[in-house]
């Protein structure tokens, strides 16, 4: 037979014989409510809580908004320094001048710019096209109506209004008309210059919202 362990000497007995005082001060050390007897810890002071969490607060605000998404394109360590002048991509007239003539131009004045005898002029070899820009722009501005003599055929129709004025189906800007101005002036073997942009704001600020042209109004103008 084994003997019984002996209370004396095991601290479990020796709480299990604690009176009421005894329980009430180690409750209250486990709690917390006691003071620190080694005296080695203090509370973190309250401005260093708020304004460490201020920084951080900061700092996600920073990273969300300037971080670029942590997309690799946002930085490329390999891109020549920049010059700082912007690089605009230029869009070639007769490109886009094509593209309009073949939108809204060749129904009547057809592919080959020929026209369509007695009805439509032609613009391939055409004094209108070749000659006084002043005058061309004018008619695809404002448009033109009332009889014509074009490469020496009498024509007497109506030919639309493009430009951004008044009563326009169109509304081109003045960028859309100097491309299908330069455009038919160099297509079909016609020789003719550029035409700017400039000449085409300047005579669309100077001539307003007028009514269509005639040829007769044009011959007027050098
Ligand atoms: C609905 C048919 C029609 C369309 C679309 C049209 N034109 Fe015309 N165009 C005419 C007619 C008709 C005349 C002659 C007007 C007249 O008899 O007074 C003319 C005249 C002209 C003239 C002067 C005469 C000549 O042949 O040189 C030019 C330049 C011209 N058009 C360019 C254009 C351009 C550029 C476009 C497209 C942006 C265009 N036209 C779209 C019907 C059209």
């Known amino acids: 037979m084994s003997t019984p362990p002996s209370p ?4 479990r007995f020796d709480s299990a014989a604690n009176g009421d005082a005894e329980l009430l001060e180690s409750h209250a050390k486990v709690a917390g409510k006691q003071t620190d007897e080694k005296g080695n810890f203090s509370l973190l002071p309250l401005g260093l809580i708020f304004g460490s969490s201020a ?3 900061w700092a996600a605000v920073y990273v969300t908004k300037f971080s670029g998404h942590y997309d690799p394109k946002m930085f490329d360590e390999t891109a020549p320094p920049s010059t700082g002048v912007e690089v605009v991509a230029k869009v ?3 490109v886009a001048g094509k ?3 073949l939108s809204a131009c060749v129904a009547c004045h057809l592919p080959d710019g020929k026209g369509i005898a007695g ?3 032609p ?3 055409a004094e209108w096209v070749l000659g006084s820009e002043e005058r061309l722009a004018r008619i695809v501005i404002h448009g033109l109506k009332g009889p014509i003599t074009v490469k020496g055929n009498q024509y007497n129709g109506a030919m639309p209004v493009f430009g951004k004025v008044p009563g326009s189906g169109y509304n081109w800007s003045d960028d859309k008309i100097a491309a299908v101005l330069t455009y038919i002036r160099q297509e079909w073997g016609n020789n003719g210059s550029a035409v700017s942009t400039e000449l085409v704001a300047a005579i669309r600020t100077k001539e307003g919202g007028r009514k ?3 040829a007769e109004e044009l011959l007027q103008i050098p």
């Open 119 to 121: 009805v439509n002029p």
């Open 212 to 214: 269509e042209w005639t």
């Open 123 to 125: 613009l391939a070899g």
């Open 92 to 94: 070639d007239p007769i």
């Open 55 to 57: 920084l951080i607060f």
């Open 8 to 11: 004396q000497g095991d601290h």
């Open 99 to 101: 593209k309009l003539y």
